[in-house]
C-alpha cells in the first residue's frame, strides 16, 4: 500500500508536470523527435505534382489510370527513462533532495511522450541495476514510473552509468529515445556513453543541486560523501578552500559537456532550485532550429 504523504506528493506531481507537459512542451515534443520511418498507408490516384517516383506501377496498370502510394510517418516510439539513485541523489539543500527532482522530470518527460502517443520505459540504477519496468503507454502508466521513483528503496550506494547504458543497449534493439537522468558523479562510462548514442538518440539529464558548485561560509564543516560514507573536515571559512572547490566543479562539469560535444549527443542541466521545465524546452527548441537548417 502507497503511504498517504506519497499519494499526495504523486498527485501533485501528475498535475503539475501534466500542465508543464501540455503548455511548454507538447508541439516541440513531437517536431524533434522522429518516429521509425515512413509507413505504407493507402493507394490513390495521380494528382499534378505527385512524386512520379511514388507511382505504383502495378496499380495502375490494372486501373488503367495512375495511382501513387501514400506514406505516413511512423510515429510511435519507446522513450526510455534512466534514473540515477545513487545515494547522492538524496542530497538537498533547498528544501527537497535532488531525487525528487528527478522524479518531476521523468514525470514531465514521461507525459511529453504519451501524449504523442510513445511507449515509456524505466531503469533504475545504482552501481548496479535496481529496476527494470518495460516501455508502455497510458497516465496510468507513467504514473506508476514516478511511483518506482519515488517509492524505490535500493540496495546500492555508488553510480554505475555502464551498466544502466549497456542494459539499455540489450533492451532496445531498435532505435528509441533514451533520457539518462542523473547527477553524473561517476567515472569510466565514456565507451559506453558512445555505443548507447550511436544505437539510440540518448540525452544525459544532469541534475545538480546549488551546494554541488559552491561552498558556503559555515566554517569548520564535516562534508560527507553520501556514495562511500567518508567524511573528511572542510574549512569553508577559507576562501582558497572555496575557490578550490568551485574551480574542481567547473572542471569536471566542463570535462563532461566536452564529452558530450565529442559524441555529438545533445544534453542539458537542470537545477533543483530552478525551472526545470524551461532548459528541457529550450533544448527542444534547438534541435528543432537544427533540424530545420539541414
Not at 177 to 195: M, N, T
Not at 240 to 248: C, G, L, N
Request: net charge positive; with cysteine.
Amino acid at each position: 500500500m502507497i503511504p498517504k504523504d506519497l499519494v499526495k506528493k504523486l498527485r501533485k506531481i501528475e498535475i503539475f508536470t501534466s500542465r508543464l507537459a501540455n503548455e511548454q512542451l507538447a508541439g516541440s515534443y513531437h517536431s524533434v523527435f522522429k518516429g521509425r520511418g515512413m509507413a505504407f498507408a493507402e493507394v490513390r490516384q495521380y494528382q499534378p505534382g505527385d512524386d512520379v517516383r511514388f507511382i505504383d506501377w502495378n496499380v495502375s496498370a490494372r486501373m488503367n489510370d495512375a495511382y501513387v502510394k501514400v506514406f505516413t510517418e511512423e510515429r510511435e516510439m519507446t522513450v526510455m527513462l534512466l534514473v540515477d539513485l545513487s545515494a547522492s541523489e538524496r542530497f538537498g539543500s533547498v528544501g527537497r533532495p535532488k531525487i525528487e527532482a528527478v522524479a518531476e522530470v521523468a514525470a514531465l518527460l514521461a507525459f511529453s511522450a504519451i501524449k504523442n502517443n510513445d511507449r515509456v520505459g524505466l531503469i533504475l540504477f545504482t552501481d548496479r541495476i535496481e529496476r527494470f519496468v518495460p516501455p508502455k503507454k497510458g497516465r496510468g502508466h507513467v504514473m506508476r514510473v514516478v511511483t518506482e521513483i519515488l517509492n524505490a528503496k535500493p540496495e546500492g550506494e555508488g553510480t554505475n552509468l555502464r551498466t544502466a547504458l549497456d542494459l539499455l543497449g540489450s533492451l532496445s534493439k531498435r532505435r528509441s529515445v533514451a533520457f539518462c537522468i542523473s547527477d553524473f558523479i561517476d567515472e569510466g562510462y565514456e565507451k559506453a556513453l558512445r555505443v548507447a548514442s550511436k544505437r539510440h538518440d540518448l540525452i544525459p539529464v544532469q541534475v545538480v543541486d546549488p551546494r554541488e558548485e559552491e561552498l558556503p561560509d559555515v566554517g569548520l564543516a564535516l562534508v560527507e560523501d553520501l556514495e562511500t560514507g567518508e567524511l573528511v573536515e572542510v574549512d569553508t571559512s577559507d576562501a582558497r578552500v572555496r575557490d578550490a572547490f568551485a574551480r574542481s566543479v567547473h572542471t569536471q562539469r566542463a570535462r563532461r559537456e566536452q564529452l558530450f560535444r565529442r559524441l555529438r549527443v545533445d544534453h542539458v542541466t537542470v537545477k533543483t532550485d530552478g525551472d526545470y521545465a524551461r532548459p528541457i524546452a529550450d533544448l527542444f527548441r534547438r534541435r528543432q532550429k537544427r533540424m530545420a537548417a539541414r
